[in-house]
């Protein structure tokens, strides 16, 4: 049995569950200053969502792989989204970098699998 699945789904559930307080508190109070959990769950999300797109990259239907890798990028595409809004709301240039850093990284992982679902795919077809 493949535990890498229940893993990736309860890390991106423990992410957006500790992102979405501070992105809610962004949306609705200009004046917040968004702290070290949104870092966090950005992070973990990462995390999460790189071996949750990695465990499907074993079945050979690119149709599957395809449609498994846009239900993924969902959660890791509103990380991105309340990483930027982190940028957006942080208190100083210090803040503003680690944000800045850490929000690509969600969308990042999925891109890497995609890069690589799809070179695979053509090495199948020059075979």
């Not at 210090?94 to 995609?114: D, I, K, Y």
């Amino acid at each position: 049995m493949m535990i890498e699945r229940q893993v990736s789904i309860a890390l991106v559930g423990v992410a957006v569950a500790v992102v979405l307080p501070e992105y809610a508190d962004m949306r609705h109070h200009p004046e917040y200053a968004p702290h070290a959990a949104l870092l966090v769950g950005t992070l973990i999300g990462a995390l999460g969502t790189l071996m949750g797109t990695l465990v499907f990259t074993d079945n050979d239907s690119l149709l599957f792989k395809l449609l498994m890798w846009c239900l993924w990028c969902l959660p890791s595409g509103f990380l991105s989204l309340a990483a930027v809004l982190g940028v957006l709301h942080s208190a100083g240039p210090v803040w503003q970098v680690v944000f800045a850093v850490s929000a690509p990284l969600p969308l990042g992982g999925a891109a890497l699998v995609l890069v690589s679902m799809f070179t695979d795919f053509r090495r199948r077809q020059k075979q």
